[in-house]
């Protein structure tokens, strides 16, 4: 089935009206293209539940960093066509830029706090600007369900709040990350690696497995595993700790003794190349667990 394209808030506006009156529920996989396995398991997950399906495709210029790769970022639009066609993609929304920010655009979302700890002190203004086109390409689709990945653990967490302060009538899904056979996580920006740099960036998921197993044998203390998952990393030729951190899953808020959700996230720079990653798990006096936001 080919998808059809869109690129004004109309044509997908009528295309969603018209399937609601079929009774179809419509699922929104928010996407910045460049597509692999793991926006395909959204899109599969989307798909399992939802009646109609569409695919948000937009490089969103106002999360990016003035230093950060916008102009470099992979887009390469017939694969990625081809990937809503073998899963099964109703409508991809494309829009241009003049559509999501036209000329004067002044108005932003912020969740204040959480947007400025992790990800946000490294990237100043990245979560503005994803909170900002996450509620418009909502209000311009009109979704029952949105899919995000656990990969951009902070974004869901934030985006999860935004919804809740802000009465989003949208339910947010979270499916797992989808991972290489050595543990990477997929991601967009894994082609930049060089052959050795790949090899060395197994070291995140290998730092997380290594910290997870001294939660389960019992330790507690959330400075001494942040502090090994940090060691970890500096002791993995040509990877620059970017932060290690272990704090609350709901509130991003350090937690001491470990207890309840707790996020274990890591960020790491190859070169110019920067990788996320991170784990959840659930820790109750019975002992602890993995588990998912
Ligand atoms: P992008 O980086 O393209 O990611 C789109 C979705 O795919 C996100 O929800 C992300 O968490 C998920 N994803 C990426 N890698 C994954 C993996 N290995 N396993 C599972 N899911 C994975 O996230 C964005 O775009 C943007 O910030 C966006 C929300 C579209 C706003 O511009």
């Known amino acids: 089935m080919t ?58 210029p106002t999360q990016f960093g003035p230093k950060e790769d916008f102009t470099r970022y992979p887009r390469p639009f017939e694969r990625d066509l081809e990937v809503c066609r073998t899963e099964g993609i109703d409508l991809i929304f494309a829009p241009q830029r003049e559509t999501v920010y036209p000329e004067a655009f002044s108005s932003w979302v912020q969740v204040e706090g959480m947007q400025d700890v992790l990800e946000g002190a490294s990237r100043p203004g990245h979560f503005r600007g994803v909170c900002t086109v996450v509620l418009k390409m909502f209000n311009m689709v009109g979704p029952d369900v949105a899919y995000f990945g656990q990969k951009d653990a902070q974004q869901v967490i934030v985006l999860k709040r935004m919804v809740r302060d802000l009465n989003v009538p949208v339910d947010l899904r979270v499916c797992p990350t989808v991972r290489e056979p ?91 190349t920067r990788l996320i990653d991170n784990l959840v798990l659930e820790i109750t006096d019975e002992g602890a667990a993995e588990a998912s936001l």
């Not at 079929?22 to 929104?28: A, H, M």
């Not at 290594?210 to 002791?235: H, K, P, Y």
């Not at 970017?242 to 704090?247: F, G, H, K, W």
Request: with cysteine; aromatic share 6%.
């Open 3 to 60: 998808p059809v394209v869109c690129a004004t808030v109309e044509e997908v506006r009528r295309a969603v009206a018209g399937a609601r009156a079929k009774g179809l529920r419509v699922g929104l996989v928010p996407t910045m293209g460049a597509l692999h396995e793991g926006h395909a398991s959204l899109i599969r997950a989307a798909r399992c539940e939802m009646g109609f399906v569409v695919l948000w495709l937009f490089v969103n």
């Open 182 to 272: 050595d543990g990477l996580a997929l991601s967009s920006r894994n082609v930049y690696l060089d052959p050795e740099q790949r090899r060395h960036a197994v070291a995140l998921f290998e730092a997380l497995g290594a910290a997870r197993e001294q939660v389960f044998r019992g330790e507690r203390n959330t400075g001494l595993v942040q502090r090994s998952l940090a060691e970890r990393i500096r002791a993995t030729p040509g990877a620059v700790l970017d932060y290690a951190a272990v704090v609350d899953a709901e509130s991003l808020r350090p937690v001491e003794p470990l207890h309840g959700k707790v996020l274990l996230a890591l960020a790491v720079r190859f070169g110019a």
